[in-house]
């Protein structure tokens, strides 16, 4: 298949639809840190993230992490709420961040450290947010214990974004 326009929109189009299934999926997943941390999530759809920054660039990954927001949001009954604009903060600056890194600290960053400063940079957002919603800035103490959670989940992102360049199919040809 020659490597054109339709080509990409279809591919990122799957890209969209598995982030996607992956965001509604993970929303379904009970977790025990829900106790300590309410709405942690383990960030699988940033794996699709960056996979689409690695293979299509920083505008392709921002319009699936716009996407893949916006219709989790729709489908479970959030959209403009809250709860909506921390995961669209979250997803859209994170994927920026992961970009932009990649690109151009490519030397100075491996795929895992990208994933890291994406963990942390999507959690900041959240907390920006949140700060502007309730009016204080004091809600960023939190972001220590949520790092506690969000690095260990943004290396697993990393670990298998670098499996799947690895071993899977790209959108390159």
């Known amino acids: 298949m020659p490597n054109s326009r339709t080509h990409r929109i279809v591919y990122l189009g799957l890209t969209t639809g598995l ?18 941390m309410p709405g942690f999530k383990l960030g699988l759809a940033n794996i699709v993230s960056l996979y689409v920054i690695m293979n299509f660039g920083i505008k392709d990954a921002v319009t699936v992490s716009m996407l893949r927001t916006i219709l989790g949001s729709v489908l479970s ?4 709420t809250v709860t909506f604009f921390f995961s669209f903060s979250g997803g859209v600056v994170s994927a920026i961040v992961m970009g932009l890194v990649y690109k151009y600290g490519g030397k100075l ?51 298998v974004a670098k499996q799947v360049q690895k071993h899977g199919a790209t959108g390159k040809r």
């Not at 009954?77 to 403009?80: A, D, K, N, P, V």
């Not at 895992?112 to 700060?131: D, E, I």
Request: proline share 5%.
């Open 109 to 159: 960053f491996s795929l895992l450290g990208v994933s890291l400063l994406g963990a942390l940079t999507h959690n900041l957002a959240q907390l920006l947010v949140a700060a502007f919603v309730i009016q204080t800035i004091s809600i960023l103490g939190y972001l220590p214990m949520m790092m506690f959670f969000a690095l260990p989940t943004g290396a697993f992102v990393g670990i």
């Open 19 to 36: 982030a996607l299934g992956l965001h509604i999926f993970e929303a379904m997943i009970p977790l025990p840190t829900d106790l300590v």
């Open 77 to 80: 009954g959030t959209f403009w």
